[in-house]
């Protein structure tokens, strides 16, 4: 793998728990923010939108059934310096919003979320 690759939930989507009720993922929201206000990070980053309903087969095959939520950063590396890394296998991955933003910032010279 060459470049981080970010997971987030296709939006708008039902959940059959709360019939007639349209959603969003607020975290994956953020992420979408977070890429529209640096364009660039597509050129860094592959960003790949799943749909919401689980088994989430893209995440199942990488990281396992028990690491389905998303937003979720999947690192090329072993992800030094980033905190939050979690690994399954031989990938490493950061699944903990707050954690996924200083990983972008710190990896790909992104303005730091203020605290």
Same mark, same amino acid.
């Given at each position: 793998m060459l470049n981080d690759r970010l997971f987030l939930l296709n939006a708008p989507f039902e959940d059959p728990a709360y019939p007639?009720? @349209?959603?969003? &993922? #607020? /975290? &994956?929201? *953020?992420? #979408?923010? *977070?890429?529209?206000g640096w364009p660039e990070l597509n050129q860094h980053v592959d960003i790949q939108r799943i749909d919401w309903p689980r088994p989430?087969? #893209? %995440?199942? =095959? %990488?990281?396992? +059934?028990?690491?389905?939520?998303?937003? @979720?950063? @999947? *690192? +090329? =590396?072993?992800? #030094?310096?980033? +905190?939050?890394?979690? @690994? /399954?296998? =031989?990938?490493?991955?950061i699944n903990e919003k707050d954690a996924i933003l200083q990983a972008l910032a710190h990896r790909h010279r992104l303005p730091a979320p203020h605290p």
């Open positions: 007639g009720t @349209v959603f969003y &993922c #607020e /975290h &994956c929201l *953020l992420m #979408e923010g *977070l890429i529209a989430r087969p #893209e %995440l199942v =095959d %990488l990281l396992g +059934s028990e690491n389905q939520s998303c937003p @979720v950063l @999947v *690192l +090329s =590396d072993n992800g #030094e310096g980033c +905190s939050g890394v979690q @690994v /399954h296998g =031989d990938v490493f991955f």
